[in-house]
């Protein structure tokens, strides 16, 4: 068995518009393929409304980009075959993935829809070499699911996730630290993960145009320009280091989340932490209804040019209070905002169990068990006389962003 971590990462190639066509494909093989062509899914081609979700090869030859209205798309190519998303289609087709995936290791992370982490380290050993067990698994996904893949072999997520970023589509590649100077280290500092228009902006104007100069500067100067934090973990990815392990994400419905997407970008600080109350607000409340309490708190969020984040924290003890939610989503975004500009919000809360179940907290202080009571009495009082009831003094101003209780309607029906 191998002692060395080893990891892959699995990237669907133009995944909704890869779907789209298998599932068409499927449904009448006679049926045009819509990646051989000019294509995107998104958005309406009648009314030119909506924006391009994903594109095909053909497509990205014209200069179409993902995030880009239809409109601008259709003035690049006048001929572009734009079809509606279908997300129910593509939920299933990334469950089919996640139960393909599943027979190569029991550690599976699912990143996002169309990506995931799997820790291979200890299952290695029962299928052949790195590279031709990942070529296995690409090769399984094109005849039995009818898409393509690229896969990333590393010694950690963040070098896995570089890796199959590499050449598209449909190919795998290896990122090993001895391969770090040649294959990484040349690219634009803009391909590192977690580094955004905004710090790429920074960086650029103090000379770090490469990853490779950005692992060769000193992390002093980068706090300064960035934060302490961010400094120093966007420091350690350009070296290579990354030491969060493959961890199993909670199905949807074993855990309470919110999201919303905002009118307009949010660059800053104390406007994303109003945004984050909204959230926690409905997250709280509806714990608190199913008599439930979470013991890790996660912030997502998604930036101008689609790219999606998220940043987690275990707690000291389980909670259903908002304030406690609340708190803890602003000090994650605090951590590893970048202060690109935002398009979407999220918090989200798993690990829950039952209240009932719950041990008394000894520490707890009576501010603490004072604001229990209060967040309580509150869901009480709009339970009885409705959400609007009772708002908090900072949501009464009249050009707020977002309701003092974010997607209410939704998230706090009875």
């Not at 770090?208 to 990815?237: P, S």
């Not at 209240?355 to 520490?363: C, D, I, P, T």
């Not at 009571?373 to 962003?401: C, N, P, W, Y």
Request: net charge negative; hydrophobic share 35%; aromatic share 8%.
């Amino acid at each position: 068995m191998s002692t060395e971590p080893l990891i892959f990462h699995i990237d669907v190639n133009s995944a909704f518009l890869s779907w789209e066509s298998a599932d068409r494909l499927r449904q009448n093989p006679e049926d045009l393929d819509l990646r051989t062509i000019a294509s995107a899914v998104g958005g309406d081609a009648q009314s030119r409304h909506g924006i391009v979700l994903a594109k095909s090869t053909p497509a990205k030859e014209y200069g179409i980009t993902t995030g880009e209205p239809i409109a601008q798309a259709l003035r690049k190519c006048p001929g572009l075959t734009v079809v509606p998303a279908r997300f129910d289609i593509y939920l299933e087709y990334s469950r089919r993935l996640m139960e393909l995936l599943s027979d190569y290791t029991p550690d599976i992370e699912q990143f996002s829809i169309d990506e995931a982490f799997l820790d291979m380290t200890s299952t290695i050993h029962l299928f052949g070499s790195p590279l031709d067990t990942a070529n296995l698994i690409r090769e399984r996904v094109w005849q039995e699911l009818k898409f393509t893949v690229n896969i990333g072999i590393a010694p950690n997520k963040l070098l896995a996730k570089m890796a199959s970023d590499f050449k598209k589509p449909n190919l795998c590649h290896t990122l090993f630290a001895h391969e770090i100077k040649t294959k990484m280290w040349p690219l634009p500092i803009g391909e590192l993960f977690f580094v955004g228009h905004s710090a790429r902006q920074k960086m650029e104007s103090i000379g770090i145009h490469t990853i490779g100069q950005l692992a060769a500067c000193d992390v002093k100067y980068l706090k300064h320009l960035l934060g302490e934090k961010y400094a120093v973990l966007i420091h350690d990815y350009a070296c290579g280091i990354d030491s969060s392990p493959v961890a199993h994400r909670e199905p949807a419905n074993k855990g309470y989340g919110n999201s919303t997407t905002l009118s307009k970008d949010v660059e800053d600080m104390e406007t994303a932490r109003y945004i984050l109350l909204s959230l926690s607000e409905t997250v709280g409340a509806r714990l608190r209804r199913d008599h439930v309490m979470c013991d890790c708190v996660c912030v997502e969020i998604k930036d101008w040019d689609f790219h999606t984040q998220s940043h987690q924290t275990t707690l000291n003890s389980p909670t259903d209070s908002t304030s406690v939610i609340y708190e803890h989503a602003c000090r994650l975004l605090e951590e590893f905002w970048d202060r690109t500009p935002l398009r979407l919000l999220g918090v989200r809360t798993t690990k829950i169990s039952d209240e009932g179940y719950m041990q008394m907290n000894l520490f707890e202080s009576e501010q603490s068990r004072k604001m229990k009571e209060m967040e309580k009495a509150v869901d009480h009082i709009r339970s009885k006389f409705g959400t609007d009831s009772v708002k908090r003094a900072s949501f009464l101003q009249k050009d707020r962003m977002v309701d003092h209780a974010a997607g209410k309607e939704k998230h706090m029906r009875e």
